[in-house]
Structure formats: structure tokens, C-alpha cells
């Protein structure tokens, strides 16, 4: 009989998303009548740029000759597309080195995998709430995770405690779910503790592209000292509308080089690519060619078209909010919306007075951890017809 990985015990049952489910197929059953408004995906709606799509029919017609024909490509990603993200970096004032940048297929995958190439006997930090992929990772292999409590108080961008140590850090900014965004001088906290800790910050940039603020750190090596304690996870899937598509990159500076207990030095860019080079044989050549027309300027001005249409569903939720006096977090410089519920309402009984009085379907924060317990997430992913009934009743309704 196989021994089983018996971690997969302690991980949490994932019922979030089937929870919802459940309950707006039970309310729908009931009342076939009501129109249900759904705030509540974490998805994409809109579709891909014009000119992410010739990149994609390119890629597609290159295989269909024996002249441009492609076979197995690098698994780190092709030169065309890490210099593509590269030149990218530049245009946004950060230097990055396109052969520290690894295309995979997503940031789950990457997010999910690095921590692979870090022992079990680390202080690992995770803020709550966050992204659930971080600690079921961690989880899966048996590692202790110490969490980081973001609140109202911290406007749920924690920062480090001087006093206390840790070795790994992760960090979404702007986060999912609570849309908040560090700003430079938190980062740099964070970096600072990092580098007098020896720690290794795990930063998660997925939606950077919805920074408007010129003023915010749109990647962590906007910060001085990064490229030494910081890996960097991105993805084309709410930037590009690649969350069905699949691609998203991984930056691991040359810099980062720990001494091993034996005395050795360990480069992570160098583990990490004996990992990829092992495990992952590339991102299709047809998806790289779409996702390297994207970072173009041309491909990036058409996915701001349809990030500004998100961005005006988020002022619509928002305007409302404001004008009901509940306070928020997100909404600019982030597709979500976090806020407290409304008369001290847990998650849950928040999420069904919502869908019982005013069909709204949104995400109870108590998915995203312990903190999120009495908070609530709206996404700005749904249409503005939408989104604009869903306020106009949200509105009526308090
Ligand atoms: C959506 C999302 C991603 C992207 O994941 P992909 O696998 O690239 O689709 C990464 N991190 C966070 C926090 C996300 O919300």
C-alpha cells in the first residue's frame, strides 16, 4: 500500500466556490422568476485585445509549415517573449533581465510550485485574507505557515513586526481579495526586512495593469535592494483577459544566492530552472506568440480598453458604497472591492441577505481566512448593465 502524502488531510475543504453555487442554485429553484446579478466571479469577461488574437492565429499558421514549424521550445519561455516583458518593465521604469524571466502557464502553477525549492523548516509569513493558493501549497507540503492578519486597522497592508523573524514572505499587491495596494514606502519596509532577515519575499503582481496611481509599485523591483530578497509572479490573465488562454511569468533574479548548510552557495534562479527544465516542458508557441503581442504598446493600449471598462464598474460599486457610508478598500488601482458588512452581518449572512433581498450575488471574505470574517468582496469582472442594476438595488436596499 502506498504511503499517501497524509498533508492533504490538513488541508481546509475548498467550499467557497461551490458553496455559492449551491445556494444561488437553491435560491434560483425557488424563485424562477428573479433575476441574479452576479458580483461575485473572480473571472474575466470581456474578450481578447485584436491584437493578441493575430498574435495567436500567427502562432497557429507558423505550425501549419514545415518552414516555421515549432517543436519542443525552451521551457524557459521564448527569447522574443521574455525580451517583449522585459522592454515592458522598461516602459514602466523598472530594469528586469529577460533571461532572469520564466514563462510558465500561469501564476497559479508558479505561486503553487516555488515552494518546492524551500525546506520545511522556514517561518513562512502569509498575510489573511489572501489568494487561497499560497497556503494549501504550503499545506500540501507539510510546512508550518505563521499568518499576517490584515484588518481595518492596517487597511489590510500589514507590515513586518522588526521583532520578529521570518525566512519566506508572501505578498499581493494590489491584493486579491481586498484590492488594497502597498505603496513604496510599505514596500520598502518590507524589502528592508526582508534583506536584514536573509528572507525571501514572494511577491504576486497579477493585477498590476489595474494601477492607475502613477505613484504606486507596479512591480517589487521599483524598490531598492528587491532584485536580492524578492521573486516577482505575474500573469496575462487579468491583464489580457488569459485566464482561459493560460500564460504568466515568474522573475527570479540571478542576485538572489543563499549559503546552503554545508556551506555552498544556492542560487534560487538556478534551482528554479532545474525545477522548470525538470518538471514543465514550455508554454505553447501559439500562446507566447498572443502574449508577446500583448506587451507590445499597441497590445497593451487595447488591454487598458478593457481594464477601463472594468475600472467603471468598480466606480459604479464604489459611488454606491460611498454614498451609503460603508467604508471600502479597492475598487481604483484594483478590479475588487472589500468592505465590511453592512449591521455587524457575518460573511455568510451577509451573502444570502444580499441574494434573498436584492438577488446580488457576491464572495463572503470569511473564503479568504480568518479576517475576512465579517467582510465582503465585489468584483468589477460583470457587465455595466449589470452592475449598475446591482447598485441601483444595493442602494434601495439599505
Ligand atoms: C487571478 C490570480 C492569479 C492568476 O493566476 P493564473 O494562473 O495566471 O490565471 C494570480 N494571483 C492572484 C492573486 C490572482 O487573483
Redesign the pocket.
Known sequence: MPKLNEHYQDLKESYLFTEIAHRVAAYTAANPDKKVIRLGI?DVTLPLGRLALEGLHEGVDAMGSAATFKGYGPEQGYDFLREAISAYYARNGVTVDASDIFISD????D?GNISELFDTDNVILIPDPV?PVYVDSNVMGGKKITYLAGNAENGFLPLPDPAFHADIIYL?SPN?PTGAVYNKEQLKVWVDYALANEAVILF?S?YEAFITDPELPRSIYAIEGAKKCAIEFC?L??TAGF?GTRC?YTIVPKELVFTASNGEQMSLHQMWNRRQCTKFNGTSYIIQRGAAAVFSEEGMRQCHENIRYYQENARIIADTLTKKGIRFYGGVNSPYIWFECPQQMESWEFFDYLLNHAQVVGTPGAGFGENGKHFFRLTSFGNHENTAEAMKRFDELF
Do not use: L, R, W
Not at 500561469?106 to 502553477?109: E, M, N, P, R
Open positions: 473572480g500561469g501564476a497559479k502553477s505561486t489568494y499581493c486579491n504576486d497579477a500573469s490573465s487579468k485566464t504568466g
